[in-house]
């Protein structure tokens, strides 16, 4: 069975969305091949997707987490967006609604996580006299995996996307 964060910052919280919000989401973005898969199926899409959220996201959100002892990142206090409070009581829409995009994407066989080769500096070509080198390039899309998913999620991350910065917001 899943346990999925409310806002109260359970501790065994493993997932930021409930199948049944999978489900209804799934079902009004038209993501057909999400509603016939097992519920353990999709329970394992979405500890998975929430895993990658963890990893990606943890240094990049704004504020901080509300119980030192929460599994999550969410619930989180000191959280500005569009100049309105986030309630430290609840897991934002856009969080829940990534989590279920990238669980949808998880149980399609997309590998949230993968291994990149990021290159290895391998030489193209080498030139003596007057010394020039050149590189092949490094093909890798890590920086552009998820890029509607980074933009929804934007307003969440702090000024510059790292923690302990802070927006600031002219009155």
Do not use: H
């Not at 998820?146 to 510059?160: R, W």
């Amino acid at each position: 069975m899943l346990t999925t964060e409310t806002g109260v910052g359970l501790p065994n919280a493993e997932s930021y969305a409930s199948v049944a919000a999978a489900d209804a989401r799934c079902a009004a973005l038209g993501v057909a091949d999400w509603a016939p898969r097992a519920e353990a199926d999709k329970e394992v899409a979405l500890r998975n997707a929430t895993r990658f959220m963890l990893a990606t996201y943890r240094t990049r959100w704004a504020g901080r987490r509300v119980y030192q002892a929460q599994a999550l990142d969410w619930p989180r206090w000191n959280v500005i967006v569009d100049r309105f409070p986030v309630l430290s009581t609840v897991v934002p829409a856009e969080v829940v609604n990534a989590c279920i995009d990238l669980a949808a994407r998880a149980a399609a066989g997309v590998d949230l996580m993968p291994d990149l080769d990021v290159g290895n500096n391998q030489i193209k070509r080498d030139k003596t006299g007057p010394l020039e080198t050149e590189y092949f390039e490094n093909n890798t899309d890590a920086a552009s995996r998820f890029v509607a998913i980074e933009a929804a999620l934007a307003p969440f991350f702090g000024a510059a996307g790292g923690a302990g910065m802070m927006k600031v917001v002219r009155g």
